[in-house]
Structure formats: C-alpha cells, structure tokens
C-alpha cells in the first residue's frame, strides 16, 4: 500500500517550510503600510527508502529548491495576509527538473470593539506518487492517504463573532472543504478508492459568563458530505455543550457531547483539570466515547509546555473519536507529539521532534500507524542566512502487514527578505 517516490515529509516540512512566510503571524511590524516577504530555500536531501517502500525501494538525493512570498497589510481595525510557494526538484528520484506542491493561504480580518469578522482561504496541491502521508488538517482531523494520483485541496471559512467583552458571547461560522483527485489513484484508511469529495459544514457557539469563575461553554454545527458514491449527501449534527470553573491552580472542566451520524449516535462525556506551574501548565482531560456500532471506547488527552532558561520542551498526547474525515467513517484517532528545543549560542538551536499518529476504522478494523523522528541542528551564518543540516528516521504500517522505514539526511540554506512601506 506504500506509494513510490515519496517525498521526506517529516524533517523535510519541518525544516524546509521554515522558510515560508507568515502572512498572519509576521513579527515588528507597526501597524499601516504593507509588508512584503520573499523566502528562497534551497538544499540537498537524501535518503535510503526513497517512498518509503516496503519492498526497500531505492537510495536517492535531490537537489531542492523553494521559492515562497507573502503580503501583510494591517491597519488598527483590519488586516489581509497572503502567502505562496512552491518545490523545485531534481536528482536520482525524477529525470527531469520537477515543480511539486504548490500551495496558497489567505485570511482577512476586520473587527470593532466588541466583534470581528474572520475569512480565510488556502489551496495544496501534492502528487501522491511523490509520499504516502498523513493529512492533519486545521480541525485536527487525521487522513491516511494512499496512491498515484495529483491531491488537490481547497478550504474556505468565514466566521462572525459578538460580544467579545459582554457576559455573553456568540459565534456563527461556515466553512467548505474540497478535494480533488487527478491523473492517478488514491485510496483510504481502508483501502477502498477515494474519489473527489466535498464537506460543507455550519454552525453556532455561545460563551456565557455566569460568574467571574464560571463559564458555560455550547455549539451546534451541522456537516454534508458528498463523493459522488451516493445520491443524497452524508449529514452529521454535533452538539457540544461544556462547563468550566477557574481555580487558584487551574481550571476544571467538563464537557458532553452528541453526534447524529448516518450511521447512528455518537456520545459522550469528558471532564479535565488545568495545573498552573511556574515554568508551564499541565493540562489533562479524560472521558469515554460510545459508538453507532455499539462499543464504548476511552477518550482524553495530555498536554504540557515547559520553559527552561536555555529550553523549551512540548509533549502532547490525545485520542479521540470523529468521523469528518474522507471516508466520513467511524475512526479513533490517536496522536503523541513530543518537541525539544535547546538553544546552544545566540545564534545556534538544536531541536529534536517526535510525531507518531494512528488512525482505526471501527467498520473494518482497519488500521494505519505513521511516525516520524527529526533531529535538526540550526545555524545562523549571516545576518540574513540561515543553515540547516539534520536526520529524519519513519516508520509506516497497516492492516495489511506492510512495514516500511527510512533513513534520511538533508542541508538547507535559506532566507527570508522583508520590505516593509
């Protein structure tokens, strides 16, 4: 089930995308004008698994090259963002110079004192032929995708909001998701054929404020998902509602939730606790889930970030139940997240990443296992350039028994150009 020729896509995205510009999140930047930013990053990256197959597939090194742009323009009450690259490739792994993974984001937001107004939208596109990969969207859904054929996604999102500052808060938004498959194959998590589907989804929140400790959390949204496999789109409705309180330490919280699935009901119940510590807060959450299908399966999660003089340090861990994903299927969803960071000299960090995600599919038992483990060592050359050489080991399987794994080593070169007016 492994797709040849796939691209490194744990240390490679990690380290290269680096380079990318932050339209929305740009840093000393006064408010007005505009502010242009052009990212050049350009390197070698080699490995012994070029896929990763699991038949051993071959040793490959490429040259990269990636050019990205972005725009920023803010005022007091608004602002607009923009940004765009795309990979230029070529060595053992293809014959010819090879322009790969396009991709666009935007977002403008406006708001007054006491509402906003939030749009975005962004475009990828990737040849599967090029990595089998896991797909973390913004809602923290989990795909495994799987074949030959051109990927393409489009998301757009609007969202209004009031009350920011009253005890009372409300929230509407929409978003649509499309995805489009080309030129190729592509299958899922349970090995049948994806075909080009579309996700349409509404929904409302409020936040109530019942006392200076107290907060009444709720939102309802409704999903329609389409593939072309059925006449009528699949409907989802969830409903969650949840309850926190604020203590010296942290707050406490409770959440429950219901899912009307085309499948039938989903539900459950979860409580957490937050612990504020000097050098960072913990936070865990824990709660059970039953199924349409009738089984009852452990949710909750684990979350911590440390500061240390010289070190930073992240671990989260969560499993969860959804079924917004491809396939609209039943999945359990677990996910650990482990970083490191450690700064050498002024202008030098080590850092060390771990990411291991698991999807099961409760209809067919289904069941695919991705992780990756970068190590990367950062330099600042110049003032301007920034060095990059690391070491990224993944390990893929699923149901079907196939195993793959590979070594791979890369050095980058990048930069970032700022012009501000």
Excluded: C
């Excluded at 649509?176 to 899922?188: D, F």
């Excluded at 080590?350 to 067919?364: K, M």
């Excluded at 050359?381 to 070491?391: C, E, F, N, Q």
């Amino acid at each position: 089930m492994f797709a040849p020729r796939a691209a490194l896509r744990g240390a490679w995205l990690t380290a290269w995308l680096a380079a990318l510009p932050l339209a929305g999140h740009a840093q000393s930047y006064e408010t007005g004008g505009i502010q242009l930013t052009f990212g050049t990053a350009f390197g070698l990256v080699g490995t012994d698994n070029e896929g990763p197959r699991s038949d051993g597939g071959e040793s490959t090194i490429d040259a990269r090259f990636t050019p990205s742009f972005g725009l920023l323009t803010q005022t007091p009450t608004s602002s607009f963002g923009f940004e765009g690259a795309t990979d230029i490739r070529y060595g053992t792994s293809s014959p010819d110079v090879g322009l790969t993974s396009p991709r666009v984001e935007t977002r403008f937001e406006t708001h007054s004192a006491n509402a906003g107004l939030e749009l975005t939208g962004n475009f990828r596109q990737m040849d599967l032929g090029e990595e089998k990969f896991t797909v973390r969207d913004a809602d923290g859904l989990t795909d495994f995708v799987n074949g030959t054929a051109t990927r393409q996604t489009s998301r757009a999102t609007v969202e209004l909001d009031w009350g920011r500052d009253a005890m009372a808060a409300f929230s509407v938004y929409a978003r649509g998701n499309q995805t489009i498959y080309t030129s190729g194959n592509a299958s899922g998590l349970n090995g049948n054929s994806l075909a080009d589907n579309s996700r349409r989804t509404v929904g409302a929140s409020t936040r109530l404020d019942i006392s200076p400790a107290m907060q009444l959390d709720a939102e309802l949204s409704y999903s329609a998902f389409e593939d072309g496999t059925s006449p009528d789109p699949s409907e989802t409705v969830t409903a969650t509602a949840g309850f926190s309180l604020d203590r010296p330490l942290g707050a406490v919280s409770t959440e429950a939730t219901l899912v009307d699935t085309p499948n039938g009901q989903r539900y459950g119940l979860s409580a957490g606790r937050t612990l504020e510590f000097p050098i960072g807060p913990v936070t865990a959450q824990i709660g059970a889930m039953h199924l349409p299908q009738g089984e009852t399966v452990m949710t909750g999660s684990l979350s911590t970030f440390r500061t240390y003089v010289r070190s930073e340090f992240e671990f989260a861990l969560s499993r969860d139940v959804s079924s917004l994903n491809e396939q609209d299927s039943e999945r359990l969803n677990t996910r650990m997240r482990v970083n490191f960071t450690r700064a050498l000299t002024r202008d030098a960090e080590f850092q060390i990443n771990l990411d291991a995600v698991q999807a099961r599919d409760f209809e067919t038992d289904a069941e695919s296992f991705d992780t990756t483990l970068d190590i990367l060592y950062s330099k600042g050359l110049t003032k301007d350039w920034i060095g990059d050489a690391g070491y990224s080991y993944r390990y893929i399987e699923d149901t079907p028994g196939d195993m793959a794994q590979a070594n791979t080593l890369y050095l980058l070169l990048r930069r970032k150009f700022v012009t501000s007016y």
